[in-house]
């Protein structure tokens, strides 16, 4: 039986009536010097990030506004409130960024990487 993650909203140890099931996906397998970081990010009107990396499997959740992702060699996924996407370690985050010019996006990330290994790399350190 595969493992899996599965992230929901308000019902961590409650029954699926209480909240929505978000995002399910395979939980990879992770050798033991892994830490998990949770952090809530906001994204000021027409924030438009540089390329970057993160050498880590990062599950989104986005809680306000609009935010335009993009890793490379794949579409920009336009994400509204409530919806989640993900990254896997070997992916290049091309694009983040907030397409209004009047109203701030927050997010939430949820990263799983080496305990102690920076969060975020500039996409050149390949």
């Given amino acids: 039986m595969k493992r ?3 992230v929901v909203l308000l019902t961590l140890g409650c029954s699926p009536a209480f909240g929505a099931e978000l995002l399910t996906a395979p939980l990879p397998t992770l050798p033991p010097d892994q830490a998990v970081r949770m952090d809530e990010l906001t994204l000021p009107p027409g924030f438009n990030g540089p ?5 880590a499997y990062v599950y989104v959740y986005v809680v306000e506004g609009t935010v ?12 509204s409130a409530g919806q989640a996407s993900t990254e896997n370690p070997d992916d290049v985050h091309t694009v983040m960024r907030n397409p209004s010019d009047t109203e701030p996006a927050r997010f939430v990330s949820f990263i799983i990487n080496k305990a102690d290994a920076p969060v975020t790399l500039p996409a050149s350190d390949n």
């Fill in 4 to 6: 899996r993650l599965c």
């Fill in 68 to 79: 335009e992702m993009q890793v490379e060699g794949k579409p920009v996924h336009c994400l």
């Fill in 51 to 55: 390329a970057h990396r993160h050498d």
